[in-house]
């Protein structure tokens, strides 16, 4: 059976400023399709759908019963929380790719872990976390904190921008170890980093709780279901910015996240190759990692 995609509005104004239409985000990810579906391949998807563009809130999506054709597969997972079933998007290929940015979703969030194996995440990951007081110079020194750590450990770390205003650092795990091992690993990184950097990090949930000068180091992303932005995924936010794999050598003061955007990546990852690719690669061995650092 051919497969039927028709693309609508592609000249709606998603980033107004700086005068960028649906029609180039598509654009984006057909470009960039190569780099990111190898991070999309098999994991259920939550949609983060901006279909009025950036000035928009926007609404997440999990369930996508009713929006998926009858070409695209799901993957059904029971909802504690929820209490119920969700059939989550899978996104394999090109046209799906497509299909999925259609329907307004700038920013991709796939599990880090697949559907055939749901609770084995492939990747460690560290949500570097700024609050509003902070400098990203800071939240440079944080991410140098995580790979000194992680260097000690004797384990290779990879770094991108969040897209945003922070960093995430990933560790390969290729389905070693279930969410709760990988979890109390990332922990103990956390809290690590926060005893080199005490004055201006933070291990505390709870933005109330939280003080208003403190970067949050969130190592609970790692549970089953969580996500963050894929690596080379569009963010709905001002500079049309993406998450972008950088080289550790480019991770230093004066690093700006806004220089990594819909217009610059795809010559970028032509240019530089895939930064993050062994983070699907063979998974580190955390038992000694760990011994490393005690």
Known sequence: MAKSLTLTSLNKLYWPKEKITKG????????ISPFILPYLKKRPLSLKRNPNGIKDNGFYQKDAVDIVPDWMK?????????????????????QELLFIANLGCI????????????????WLAIDIDPSDKNT???????????KEI????????????????GLHIY???????DYDTV???????????????????????SLAKRKKT???????????????????????RPGATVSTPLDWKEVKPGLNPLQFNLQTVPDRAAKKGDLFKQVLGPGIDLERARQYLQ
């Open 24 to 31: 180039q985000l598509i654009d984006y990810y057909e470009k």
């Open 74 to 94: 799901t993957a059904d997972f029971y909802s504690p929380s929820a209490k119920k079933t969700i059939h989550y998007l899978v996104c394999n290929k090109k």
């Open 107 to 122: 920013e991709m969030n796939p599990w880090s872990s697949t559907v055939d194996a749901p609770d084995n995440p492939d």
């Open 136 to 146: 990203f110079d800071q939240v440079v020194e944080t991410a140098l904190a995580v």
């Open 150 to 165: 992680c260097d000690r450990a004797k384990i290779d770390a990879f770094c991108k921008t969040s897209g945003a205003s």
């Open 171 to 177: 560790l390969p795990c290729k389905k070693k170890y």
């Open 183 to 205: 979890r109390d690993f990332a922990h103990l990184i956390a809290m690590k980093t926060n005893e080199q950097l005490p004055k201006f990090t933070t291990l505390e949930r």
């Open 214 to 236: 403190q970067i949050y180091i969130d190592y609970l992303q790692n549970s089953r279901g969580q996500t963050l932005a894929s690596a080379y995924s569009a963010r709905p």
